[in-house]
């Protein structure tokens, strides 16, 4: 999808009713052509849309919440319904892959040996590692997305680091730099279902969200995941759109008065940044894929002037 600058209209200052500007009643002091033009040319430059060169998921969540089994979930779907995406490896531990890897960080630097020739163990080998990418981004990952061209769909698989995503700045400027490249970049934050079992945790999952939302600063959806293994649902629609004010109640129901102040000041935060929100993922069913990536679609605004073709697949047709 490129979005064309509006076409320049100087020339005619047409006025809001259809008559040329000179034949304008306003008085010699007030009217001035030029400026006009050159305000008319300055709105113009600002409503310019920028250029998107491709779209982008960067899938992130706490280690073992699903990241890779999403993707290579998407990567089936999008076969299936003939889109292409390209699924890259940012972890540099990742041993195994169930999808076709499109560009690998351990092409650039491998955990293993970081290992070694450090003496570091596996987080500070990592931490190392995604580091160095950040030093590398104008060398290798530029080099690597030049393979890439408009309108190209890059999923991007993290690891599950949380400090990745809450204050180590590598992620940060990772994004940055594919936003320079002009990616419209979203977050997939995934959060394992079987992971909120009652309220305090699944408060503790919105934090966690949020101090990825605000580190990242991008367009941001929710996903619970495994939902095939939720046996009792009604347990967990609860947590999909739940109302504040039962979350409170249920929260202060949970822990002693002292902690009354502080629930209201979580719940108030997490309604205030639209966190509870949370869209369920059963990779089962192709339905619940295509629902997720059409919300991700929505978000990085792909697919608005691109004519995707999807196959409708039946609800019916997938298993419960
Ligand atoms: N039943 C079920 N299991 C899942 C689902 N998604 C992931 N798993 C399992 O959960 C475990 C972790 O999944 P991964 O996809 O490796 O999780 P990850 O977030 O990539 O993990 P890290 O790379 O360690 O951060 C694996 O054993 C998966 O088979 C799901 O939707 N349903």
Redesign the pocket.
């Known amino acids: 999808m490129i979005a064309l600058p509006c076409e320049a209209t100087a020339g005619s200052h047409l006025l809001p009713t259809g008559r040329r500007s000179s034949q304008s009643t306003a008085t010699p002091e007030t009217f001035d052509p030029t400026a006009k033009f050159e305000r008319r040319k300055q709105k113009e430059k600002e409503k310019e849309i920028k250029t998107v060169m491709g779209y982008a998921q960067l899938v992130i ?1 706490p ?7 999403y993707c290579s979930s998407l990567f089936q779907h999008c076969e299936t319904t003939g889109r292409t995406i390209h699924i890259v490896n940012l ?1 540099p531990a ?1 041993e195994n892959f169930d999808y076709p890897v499109a560009i690998d960080i351990r092409e650039l630097i491998s955990l293993d040996d970081v290992m070694e020739e450090y003496g570091l163990g596996p987080n500070g080998a990592l931490m190392f590692c995604m580091e160095h990418l950040e030093e590398n981004l104008d060398e290798w990952l530029s080099e690597e997305l030049e393979n890439y061209m408009e309108d190209d769909y890059l999923i991007f698989d993290c ?2 680091q949380i400090e990745l995503f809450s204050h180590v700045p590598a992620l940060k400027n990772f994004v940055e730099h594919l936003q320079r490249k002009n990616f419209n970049v979203c977050a997939v934050y ?1 959060l394992d279902s079987q992971f909120i079992t009652d309220v305090t945790k699944f408060i503790s999952g919105c934090m966690s969200s949020l101090s990825a939302m605000i580190q990242l600063e991008l367009p941001h959806v929710n996903i619970l ?2 939902m ?2 939720v046996t009792r649902k009604r347990d967990i629609e609860d947590y999909l759109t739940p109302e504040p004010t039962t979350l409170l109640s249920e929260l202060n129901q949970r822990m002693g008065p002292q902690f009354q102040k502080l629930n209201k000041a979580l719940i108030d935060l997490v309604d205030e940044y639209s966190m509870v929100s949370f869209v369920p993922l059963d ?1 089962r069913k192709e339905s619940s894929i295509q629902y997720v990536l059409s919300q991700i679609d929505n978000c990085i605004q792909y697919g608005e002037d691109a004519d995707v073709k999807i196959k409708d697949f039946d609800e019916d047709e997938d298993q419960d």
């Open positions: 969540g280690a073992g919440s699903g990241k890779s089994t972890d990742a690891p599950g995934l995941s495994k095939d293994l990779l």
